[in-house]
C-alpha cells in the first residue's frame, strides 16, 4: 500500500502563501494539511477562516484539517463549506464525540479522531466504528518542528489491531515529526496517512522531497 502524503501548511511560508500551495498542487502530494488552533486548546493560533478561504480557493488537493480547538461543533459547517474533504477533532476536546462524528459526516465530509499523546488507544474501542480515520499525535499538538515521539510507533500498531480486530477499513493518520528517516518505519507500523512539515518546507526541493515520500510503500 502506498501511502497519503500531506505537506503541512504550517510550515509554509506565510508570506508567499499561494506560491506554497501551487507548489503542492504541481506536486505528488495527495492531501493539503491545515492545522486550526485557537490558542485555548493548544497554546498557540495558527490562522483564521479569511487566510483558509484564500487556501481553499487555490488548492487542487482535497483539504484535510486537524482541530487543535476547543467547541469544535461551533464551526463544523464553516469548514464544510470550505470544501474541506477531511475533518478531525480531538477526542480530548468534544463532550459528545459521537454526536460530533455524526455531524461531520452528514455535512460531507469524512470525520477523524484526534489524539494526544497521553491519551490511550483503548479510549477509542467503542466509538471506532463511528470514524473515517484516526489521527495519532506524534507530538505534542501546538508548534511544528517538535521531536517525533518514538512511543508512537507502538501506538500505531496498537491501534491497527484494534481496527482489524473490529473488521474496520478506518485510515491512520500520523502527524509530528515524520520525516524521510522515519516515514517508512510509521508506514510499517500500519500508517496510511502521513503528515509532514518542515521535512518537506524546509527541505532545498520540496517538490523532490514529495517525491520521495510518495514512493514508499508497505
Request: aromatic share 6%.
Amino acid at each position: 500500500m502506498t501511502p497519503l502524503i500531506a505537506p503541512s501548511m504550517l510550515s509554509a511560508n506565510f508570506g508567499e502563501l499561494h506560491k506554497e500551495v501551487e507548489m503542492i498542487n504541481r506536486s505528488e502530494a495527495h492531501l493539503i494539511h491545515l492545522d486550526i488552533m485557537d490558542g485555548l486548546f493548544v497554546p498557540n493560533i495558527s490562522y483564521g477562516f479569511p487566510v483558509l478561504s484564500a487556501i481553499a480557493e487555490r488548492a487542487k488537493k482535497p483539504l484535510d484539517a486537524h482541530l487543535m480547538i476547543v467547541d469544535p461543533d461551533r464551526y463544523l459547517e464553516h469548514f464544510a463549506k470550505l470544501n474541506i474533504a477531511y475533518l478531525s477533532v480531538h477526542i480530548e476536546a468534544c463532550r459528545h464525540l459521537h454526536r460530533t462524528l455524526q455531524k461531520i459526516r452528514s455535512l460531507g465530509m469524512k470525520a477523524g479522531i484526534a489524539l494526544n499523546p497521553h491519551t490511550p488507544i483503548n479510549s477509542l474501542e467503542e466509538i471506532l466504528p463511528s470514524a473515517d480515520f484516526i489521527l495519532i499525535m506524534s507530538v505534542n499538538p501546538g508548534f511544528g518542528g517538535q521531536q517525533f515521539i518514538e512511543q508512537s510507533y507502538k501506538k500505531i500498531r496498537s491501534l491497527r489491531k484494534l481496527i482489524e480486530s473490529q473488521n474496520l477499513s478506518t485510515l491512520i493518520e500520523v502527524d509530528g515529526g515524520v520525516t524521510l528517516e522515519n516515514g517508512p518505519k510509521l508506514i510499517e507500523s500500519g500508517a496510511d496517512i502521513l503528515v509532514a512539515g518542515n521535512s518537506i518546507f524546509g527541505s532545498i526541493n520540496p517538490t523532490r522531497t514529495i517525491e520521495e515520500m510518495s514512493r514508499w510503500s508497505r
